[in-house]
């Protein structure tokens, strides 16, 4: 952080504010805030605020993981992946909303604007409400019900670093409440994008919530962010109409197993030992447990869209082994309806249940022009 503080300085001092050197002070400065935060890798479960991985947007779920590297204009995949903003989304508006397993419901609120001299902004509101839930006394008396929900009040910023490259950020502001307990934190995403328009192909490398916990819920130590070092890669065919994705998670941790107890499969029914792990099959199955991937299907200008996705890791640990069925899998389509980019998927998290998801999304510039 030092050395990032001592650039600055330096440059500011020479007063040679190049375009160069103004894109130098702009990536010291992300050096500096993102140095200054502690980094932790944790699997899901063993952190706090892990709404913030929820797949709010329908394109994203459709295309089986929680953020896309797709440069285009869609708005949507801002929140996930900053560095994805460009002028490109002014004055766009978007709206997600999931209905949930149970009665959770989840979703996003987005909106663009684009300043000439500075980059463009993106200013999102992410929601999580869980419900009500019996509250109970020591004997299991129902006396009353409480409520529980999460809220991210998050402003992304890109600019372009070169014809091809982009860097994005997004800062967050976090608060949550569980019954009486309540919780504030502050995280920051740093992304970067190159993009090559003639040949269709795009990559991100994103860096997810960086950050701490503030306020905790009870007196003690703060909790952990999900923080999550990720990369994906997009490439759209130029003679065919499917564009396919491939989503890298978890990258600053290899093993994302875990220990089963219950799990008949590790004992020799005859013997009663544990049996032994094949290494080759231990190293690809957790190898897939980083993977994602979807295929999109674009015909003509783009005003239809099919979607299909699948994550191996969510139906490694969702499924029930005797009947997998169509765990880990998801499929969505996107159509445009006058001036409304209108869009579903369904996701099956379990046998026993998916997701739905549903987006509308317009520009008010052409809304307001009827074109």
Not at 295 to 303: A, C
Not at 339 to 365: C, E, M, P, Q, W
Request: hydrophobic residues 40%.
């Amino acid at each position: 952080m030092l050395l990032c503080v001592t650039n600055l300085l330096f440059y500011y001092k020479t007063k040679k504010l190049t375009a160069i050197k103004y894109k130098t002070i702009i990536l010291i400065a992300l050096c500096a805030f993102v140095s200054s935060i502690d980094l932790y890798g944790q699997h899901a479960g063993n952190s706090v605020y892990n709404f913030l991985n929820a797949t709010n947007s329908t394109r994203v779920t459709a295309l089986g993981s929680n953020f896309l590297p797709i440069y285009d204009n869609d708005i949507s995949l801002a929140y996930a992946n900053p560095s994805l903003i460009n002028k490109q989304m002014h004055n766009n508006i978007s709206l997600d909303y999931i209905d949930f397993i149970a009665d959770i419901n989840s979703g996003l609120i987005s909106y663009a604007y684009n300043f000439e001299k500075v980059g463009t902004f993106v200013a999102s509101m992410q929601f999580a409400n869980y419900g009500k839930f019996d509250q109970t006394d020591n004997t299991g008396q129902k006396i009353g019900e409480f409520n529980a929900s999460d809220y991210a009040f998050i402003v992304g910023w890109s600019k372009p670093l070169s014809e091809k490259f982009v860097i994005g950020a997004n800062i967050k502001n976090i608060f949550s409440s569980l019954e009486e307990y309540k919780s504030y934190g502050i995280a920051a995403d740093v992304a970067i994008t190159y993009f090559d328009m003639d040949k269709q192909f795009s990559s991100s490398l994103l860096l997810k919530n960086m950050g701490r916990q503030i306020t905790s819920y009870a007196s003690g130590e703060n909790e952990q962010l999900p923080f999550d070092i990720q990369l994906g890669i997009a490439k759209k065919f130029e003679h065919a109409p499917i564009r396919l994705v491939f989503l890298f998670n978890n990258l600053h941790k290899w093993s994302l197993n875990y220990e089963n107890p219950d799990s008949e499969k590790d004992i020799d029914p005859f013997t009663g030992e544990k049996k032994e792990v094949n290494k080759y099959a231990e190293f690809g199955d957790n190898a897939l447990r980083h993977l994602a991937m979807g295929v999109e299907f674009v015909p003509g200008k783009g005003n239809f869209m099919v979607r299909m996705g699948y994550n191996y890791r969510r139906q490694r640990e969702m499924k029930i082994y005797s009947k997998a069925g169509l765990v880990g899998f998801s499929f969505g389509f996107g159509i445009k309806v006058y001036n409304f980019k209108v869009s579903y998927t369904r996701a099956n998290y379990h046998l026993a249940g998916g997701t739905n998801t549903i987006s509308v999304g317009t520009n008010f510039d052409t809304l307001l022009k009827g074109e």
